[in-house]
T-cell receptor, first 113, second 115 residues
Framework: AQKVTQAQTEISVVEKEDVTLDCVYE???????LFWYKQPPSGELVFLIRRNSFDEQNEISGRYSWNFQKSTSSFNFTITASQVVDSAVYFC??????????FGKGTLLTVNP | DADVTQTPRNRITKTGKRIMLECSQT?????MYWYRQDPGLGLRLIYYSFDVKDINKGEISDGYSVSRQAQAKFSLSLESAIPNQTALYFC??????????????FGPGTRLTVL
């Protein structure tokens, strides 16, 4: 069975702070894919990143960075110098060998001015 | 124009009514999906289709049916709506991968309320 745990239900920071959103996953598959999606207050789901299980290289995209650690089954997401526009619900998701894309329950990030 | 569109964006209906939610995409993707989102539960897959002749149940298909009329269109029906089907519904698409797996792209969502 696949499982994605986002233990942080809500996080509140002040603008310009760095913030890390945690994601821990469980799967028995040796090949799998991890994703992060952003859901702003307007409601749409925006794809942020995909990571393959055989590629543990961390990735940086502007103020966003992702830390993939197979040893701890984690795929954490860090926003550097947060901005109000980063306020959203962030979902981590896992796709293993079957058809299913399993989502975590999401972390609500609020960035206050 | 958006690549994945959903109509209607909002709908209020009554228990027992038949409802159809429509999804269209211009991305040229073969694979299409329907999800529902409930507060605190994340997204759960209702149905998915890998091509026009392919329909598969997801984890919560009871009470729902789908139709894949064309590569670009995938409709979700609630034959007899009930209040616990009140949720935010998302359509998604993905490209058939040559290898590995491709990310899904989501429509803007349909907020359905069943009274």
């Amino acid at each position: 069975a696949q499982k994605v745990t986002q233990a942080q239900t809500e996080i509140s920071v002040v603008e310009k702070e760095d913030v890390t959103l945690d994601c821990v996953y469980e799967t028995r598959d040796t090949t799998y894919y991890l994703f992060w999606y952003k859901q702003p207050p307007s409601g749409e789901l925006v794809f942020l990143i995909r990571r393959n299980s055989f590629d543990e290289q961390n990735e940086i995209s502007g103020r966003y960075s992702w830390n993939f650690q197979k040893s701890t089954s984690s795929f954490n997401f860090t926003i550097t110098a947060s901005q109000v526009v980063d306020s959203a619900v962030y979902f981590c998701a896992l796709k293993g060998s079957n058809y299913k894309l399993t989502f975590g329950k999401g972390t609500l990030l609020t960035v206050n001015p | 124009d958006a690549d994945v569109t959903q109509t209607p964006r909002n709908r209020i209906t009554k228990t027992g009514k038949r409802i159809m939610l429509e999804c269209s995409q211009t991305k040229g993707h073969d694979r299409m999906y329907w999800y529902r989102q409930d507060p605190g539960l994340g997204l759960r897959l209702i149905y998915y289709s890998f091509d026009v002749k392919d329909i598969n149940k997801g984890e919560i298909s009871d009470g729902y049916s789908v139709s894949r009329q064309a590569q670009a269109k995938f409709s979700l029906s609630l034959e007899s709506a009930i209040p616990n089907q009140t949720a935010l519904y998302f359509c998604a698409t993905s490209e058939t991968p040559l290898r590995g797996y491709n990310e899904q792209f989501f429509g803007p969502g349909t907020r359905l309320t069943v009274l």
